[in-house]
């Protein structure tokens, strides 16, 4: 296996993010949702179109996960809510973290955490967080082995299903 190369995406990226993000939200959870719920998310929530646009969000930082010349992840950092259990310190959030199906495994995911982590540092916030589904106990699993925390719930809706995430954060200081 070749070293994953990660790096910060392009604007002209915007639908190659887009693209994978659609792709690998549904090999991850088609599965367990039903196919009215996927297709609704998929249709309204996170349309292309939507995801183009994220790219150009203020405060939005995409990363792409590289194995030679094909993109096999990416993570979208941004500023994030703020929760009562940061106190007054700083944070970021990971707002997704994905690897294409068949990269799953190799690398990517700890390649993009490694970056998120160093971009918090670097950003001098003193709180990394995300939201994972509470039902994905491998992503859990993931988050637990780099230091996450479960520190609280929030709602989430697919489609016409309504989820619970759980909210984990690693303290920086």
């Known amino acids: 296996m070749k070293q994953i190369f990660v790096r910060a995406a392009a604007p002209e990226e915007a639908p190659l993010i887009a693209d994978m993000s659609r792709q ?3 090999e ?3 599965e367990q949702n039903t196919k009215d719920d996927m297709d609704k998310f998929m249709n309204e929530q996170f349309s292309r179109e939507k995801l183009i646009k994220e790219v150009e969000e203020p405060g939005s930082l995409f990363f ?3 194995d030679g010349d094909e993109a096999v992840g990416y993570a ?3 500023e994030g809510e703020r929760y009562d259990e940061f106190g007054n310190f700083s944070s970021l959030e990971i707002a997704r973290i ?3 199906k068949n990269a799953i495994g190799k690398g990517v995911g700890s390649a993009l955490i490694k970056k998120s982590l160093a971009i918090a540092i670097e950003q001098q916030r003193e709180i990394i967080w995300l939201g994972v589904w509470e ?3 491998r992503a859990i699993n ?3 082995k780099w230091g996450f925390e479960k520190f609280g719930e929030h709602e989430f809706l697919l489609g016409n299903d309504l989820q619970l ?3 984990m954060k690693k303290d920086l200081r």
């Open 24 to 26: 690998t939200f549904y």
């Open 28 to 30: 991850s959870f088609a």
């Open 64 to 66: 792409l996960a590289w």
């Open 76 to 78: 979208r950092l941004r």
């Open 98 to 100: 994905y690897a294409i």
């Open 135 to 137: 039902h994905n106990q």
């Open 142 to 144: 993931f988050y637990k």
């Open 165 to 167: 995430d759980w909210l």
